[in-house]
């Protein structure tokens, strides 16, 4: 007789997918091979035909949009799922956003509208998911983010994002210490760079690319594919007493000088 899929019977809400190379994706394939029902989420009408295909995929049955500058949608996608399932085992936050100009301007010239947006939707956007999640993790669950290596250490090109995502560690961190008397896990996965949509933005992309092949541990790029099998093993049973973390997925490049 088979074994039971780790993830069955299972329930999640994955955010974050704008097409096919995206991180979403992958933890989103991951997750769905592992048993778990997905609610998607996509960003507008523009994003509708790249997500909905791949909504298919993963034999979603809840599909709804989420921007998050728009008022209520989160609110409206927690709503839904309250009514259609009554209930959620884990949340993907994969959403990160900063105004281009500040973006590839120093840290030092950030406009203060451009930080507290940067904040809104790339870390206080996760809070209020944890926030809408924990009435319906009633027998447990896991929040995961998604981070990376700029938030410790300072990246040439990832400028005002560097702080955003540490204060997305730091609260990733008091979420876990108050929400673990409930059964709720919560993390940060940080991937190696990988070439998504939201990496586009980030300047000279290609040379963090090379500089992380060569100077991993691994020496190789980590995949889409590798990020979600990671993140999905990390809310099995097999991690239940893994909270807090962040947890790196760059072949070892984090570690490197």
Same mark, same amino acid.
């Given at each position: $007789? =088979? ?13 974050? *997918?704008? =097409?096919?190379? %995206? ?7 991951? !997750?769905?091979? +592992?048993? #778990?029902?997905? #609610? ?6 523009? /994003?509708?035909?790249?997500?909905? &295909? ?6 979603? &049955? ?7 500058? =728009? ?6 996608? !927690? /709503?839904?799922? /309250? ?35 940067? $904040? ?16 319906? +993790? @009633? ?16 990246v040439e090109h990832y =400028? $005002? ?11 990733t961190r008091y979420l ?12 940060? *996965?940080? &991937? ?6 939201? #990496? %586009?933005?980030? @300047?000279? !992309?290609? %040379? $963090? ?8 541990? #691994?020496? %190789? ?8 099998? /990671? ?6 049973? @097999? @991690?239940?007493? +893994? ?11 984090? *570690? *490197?000088?």
């Amino acid at each position: $007789m =088979n074994a039971p899929l780790p993830l069955a019977g299972k329930r999640g809400l994955i955010t974050g *997918i704008a =097409n096919a190379d %995206s991180i979403a994706w992958g933890c989103a394939q991951a !997750f769905r091979a +592992m048993g #778990a029902e997905l #609610a998607v989420t996509y960003l507008n009408d523009k /994003a509708l035909p790249h997500v909905e &295909p791949l909504a298919r995929q993963v034999d979603a &049955p809840l599909l709804m949009p989420m921007n998050l500058l =728009n008022e209520g949608e989160l609110e409206s996608v !927690f /709503a839904r799922i /309250a009514d259609e399932w009554g209930a959620l085992d884990f949340v993907l936050h994969s959403v990160a956003y900063a105004p281009r100009d500040d973006l590839h301007g120093r840290v030092t010239d950030c406009s203060r509208a451009g930080f507290l947006q940067a $904040m809104d939707v790339s870390c206080w956007s996760f809070i209020r998911m944890a926030k809408l999640a924990e009435p319906l +993790m @009633a027998n447990g669950g896991t929040l995961f983010c998604m981070s990376y290596y700029g938030s410790q250490m300072v990246v040439e090109h990832y =400028n $005002m994002m560097g702080p955003v995502k540490a204060a997305l560690e730091s609260a990733t961190r008091y979420l876990a210490a108050e929400l673990g008397p409930s059964g709720i896990r919560v993390h940060a *996965i940080s &991937p190696g760079p990988l070439k998504t949509r939201a #990496a %586009s933005g980030i @300047a000279d !992309f290609d %040379s $963090m690319l090379d500089r992380a092949q060569a100077k991993a541990p #691994a020496r %190789s790029l980590v995949s889409i594919e590798d990020v979600g099998q /990671a993140t999905a093993w990390l809310a099995t049973d @097999a @991690a239940r007493l +893994m909270t807090g973390q962040t947890l790196y997925i760059d072949g070892g490049y984090h *570690i *490197i000088d």
